[in-house]
T-cell receptor, first 113, second 116 residues
Framework: DQQVKQNSPSLSVQEGRISILNCDYTNSMFDYFLWYKKYPAEGPTFLIS?????DKNEDGRFTVFLNKSAKHLSLHIVPSQPGDSAVYFCAAIFVVGNTPLVFGKGTRLSVIA | DADVTQTPRNRITKTGKRIMLECSQT?????MYWYRQDPGLGLRLIYYSFDVKDINKGEISDGYSVSRQAQAKFSLSLESAIPNQTALYFC???????????????FGPGTRLTVL
């Protein structure tokens, strides 16, 4: 059973507009969440994270929002740039549980110039 | 130099052959992981190791084995490769900091394996 779900396999956005990538999780024990970005022929790279004690974390153009009651998080990219075109993976972990990250299947973002 | 390296970067082999993929890291992390990526299926965990004496199966360990030769080295073996093991394979590392465990993983560049 998939514990971390990214229901949109792909997303296209125009340059300069906002990109919103969504992620849902089913395990209420998860208390730390991460987003990774992956370019073709490269390994995923860490982008931004958020602890369950927060509802928002911002880093430059990237903001992650967490809604614990809905078990939902989203990544906002503003403004979107062509270099943001990549696959984005959501991941979650139960910190005290001492188990590895659980990844979603990814969303491919295409930013169109 | 890259913190997490994988060798080989590309490999083509035949069904039934034994294959070993190697991963080395200079980050000093205690935890290492092997994933495979298939189109539409995301990153699936094969095996993970939280220290040299610790090996754990992941989501899809059948047909694979691993060896943690040292803190810095974690190898993945396919004892008898089959075509549906054709995929991108990634090694990753993470560090457990006492009192804080965020498990931010750092990935290698990947190995593209093709089994004919």
């Amino acid at each position: 059973d998939q514990q971390v779900k990214q229901n949109s396999p792909s997303l296209s956005v125009q340059e300069g507009r906002i990109s919103i990538l969504n992620c849902d999780y089913t395990n209420s024990m998860f208390d730390y969440f991460l987003w990774y970005k992956k370019y073709p022929a490269e390994g995923p790279t860490f982008l931004i994270s958020i602890s369950s004690i927060k509802d928002k974390n911002e880093d430059g153009r990237f903001t992650v929002f967490l809604n614990k009651s809905a078990k939902h998080l989203s990544l906002h990219i503003v403004p979107s740039q062509p270099g943001d075109s990549a696959v984005y993976f959501c991941a979650a972990i139960f910190v005290v549980g001492n188990t590895p990250l659980v990844f979603g299947k990814g969303t491919r973002l295409s930013v169109i110039a | 130099d890259a913190d997490v390296t994988q060798t080989p970067r590309n490999r083509i082999t035949k069904t039934g052959k034994r294959i070993m993929l190697e991963c080395s890291q200079t980050k000093g992390h205690d935890r290492m992981y092997w994933y495979r990526q298939d189109p539409g299926l995301g990153l699936r965990l094969i095996y993970y190791s939280f220290d040299v004496k610790d090996i754990n199966k992941g989501e899809i360990s059948d047909g694979y084995s691993v060896s943690r030769q040292a803190q810095a080295k974690f190898s993945l073996s396919l004892e008898s490769a089959i075509p549906n093991q054709t995929a991108l394979y990634f090694c990753a590392t993470s560090e457990r900091i006492q009192g804080l465990y965020t498990d931010t993983q750092y990935f290698g560049p990947g190995t593209r394996l093709t089994v004919l």
